[in-house]
């Protein structure tokens, strides 16, 4: 049966809404510091949805952020036609589908292209290094067989594969790769790094690598 609900958006004090205690979803500072700067700037235009019990199903992040900026009110919507079961659900579930999309770079490019990069929320969210791999490059339909750097063997094929996901991965573990090699920049980490994951995943001429069992 489908659960059809009106969404009435509601001002509630901050004081009066409760963090969901067992939330799965971790919060880190830089999440937090982006969702504000997002606010701040552009206004609070994600309501935080809570339950009967003002305990938040979606929106910790935001509650978060909120907090950070001393707000005294947020815009919520309350549920209250959901089971339990079904509330723990949608809290596991609102973070989870998000990720299943993935980004046309294309369409990214031209969206960004129009908006004030300088807004602190960009370089929260995405980074200077992050912002230019999009801008200047884009999708790449043609392979780019890259060098890796020295003492470091292999080709990577960029730009195919590397996602804002996996890119940000990359750029946290750079200085695991770097290890004593300071002369490393951070691009060559990601190289080294990306060049890994390839022949990994894809094997050294672009196969796929079928798991052992």
């Known amino acids: 049966m489908s659960k059809t609900s009106p969404s009435v958006i509601e001002m509630l004090p901050l004081e009066a809404i409760h963090p969901y205690q067992n939330n799965p979803r971790v919060c880190p500072t830089n999440a937090i510091d982006a969702v504000a700067a997002s606010i701040e700037q552009l206004g609070f235009r994600n309501p935080i949805i809570v339950d009967k019990n003002n305990e938040i199903i979606c929106g910790?992040?935001?509650y978060q952020a909120a907090t950070k900026l001393g707000?005294?009110?947020v815009p919520c919507i309350?549920?209250?036609?959901?089971s339990e079961k079904d509330v723990i659900a949608l809290r596991v579930l609102d973070n989870?589908?998000?990720?299943?999309s993935r980004w046309d770079f294309d369409l990214l490019k031209l969206e960004l292209?129009?908006?004030d990069l300088t807004l602190e929320?960009?370089?929260?969210?995405?980074?200077?290094?992050?912002?230019?791999s999009i801008l200047n490059t884009g999708n790449q339909e043609e392979e780019e067989e890259v060098g890796a750097p020295a003492g470091k063997k292999g080709v990577v094929k960029k730009a195919i594969y590397m996602d804002l996901g996996q890119y940000a991965?990359?750029?946290?573990?750079a200085?695991?790769?770097r290890g004593g090699d300071k002369d490393l920049t951070d691009a060559e980490c990601l190289i080294g790094i990306a060049d890994q994951w390839f022949v990994a995943t894809q094997g050294e001429d672009g196969e796929d690598v079928e798991e052992s069992a």
């Open 71 to 73: 707000l005294s009110k």
């Open 60 to 62: 910790h992040t935001r």
């Open 96 to 100: 989870k589908t998000g990720e299943l």
């Open 78 to 82: 309350k549920v209250t036609d959901l």
């Open 169 to 173: 991965i990359f750029k946290k573990v």
């Open 113 to 115: 292209e129009q908006v």
């Open 121 to 132: 929320v960009f370089e929260l969210s995405y980074g200077h290094m992050e912002l230019d």
């Open 175 to 177: 200085d695991i790769y």
